[in-house]
């Protein structure tokens, strides 16, 4: 499916409108999560997406990787790269997180019994790729995760949690071009916050477009603000 817009961007959202079924029987009503969202995000960029809590930064990187609410309608167009994502195939957008797009969630699914470096292969073994060891170091080195790859994941705090999640984003796309991070940096120390700053800066300089929620300040160089479900302003910071 061709992208009509220029090839400089790498998302491009487009009048983008969520509404959710809410309630049951009676009391069924719906609950508008996006109202008219319109951005872009360029390839090479690193670009903060902030609001306060409740203010559909989640909802809106969910529906950039292709991953609806149940029981929700979307209106309006997503496209990362040449792809439409919205409205799409459930296929088409399995592919495009396998290949080209890393999607790390607010709160990632970690296997308590599976050892760190097997979660952070996970995702790339069951999409049938072969995942070596010094692969998988990198990953974790890149995330700043100073752990034993053959330790149980169980235990591991929320912080490291997040970056065994992130790892296993940066392992898993064959061909990264879009990374989207929701609250990388929650949970981080200080000093770890500004190492994975700097390595999105860097992903961002080798050509990747890095979108992150976060209520924190970052080393991004634009700024998109949301409130209530709405896209108030794009902005450099
Ligand atoms: N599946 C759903 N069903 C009902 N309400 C939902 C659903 N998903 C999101 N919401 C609501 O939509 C709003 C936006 O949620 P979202 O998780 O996108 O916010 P957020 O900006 O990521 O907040 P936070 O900073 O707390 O993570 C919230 O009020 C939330 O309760
Ligand atoms: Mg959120």
Redesign the pocket.
Known sequence: MAMPSSGSRAIEIKAVTID???GRGRTLSS?R??EDACMHVNRGEHVALS????????????AIAGIL????KAKGEIFVGATRVLPSGRRETEELRATRLGYVA?HPAVFGRLTVAENVGYASRLLGRKVDRSAIALALEQTGLRIDPDRVAAGLSGGEQKRLALASALLGPTAPEVLLL??PTAGLHVEDRAGLNDLLSRLAAQGTAVLV?T?EDTSAQRRIA?AD?HILRSSGV
Request: charged share 15%; hydrophobic share 30%; aromatic share 0%.
């Open positions: 959710v079924e809410i609950l999560l996006l609001g306060p809590s409740g203010s559909g930064k989640t909802t809106l990187l969910q609410p149940t029981r929700s607010q929701d609250e929620a209520h949301m479900g």
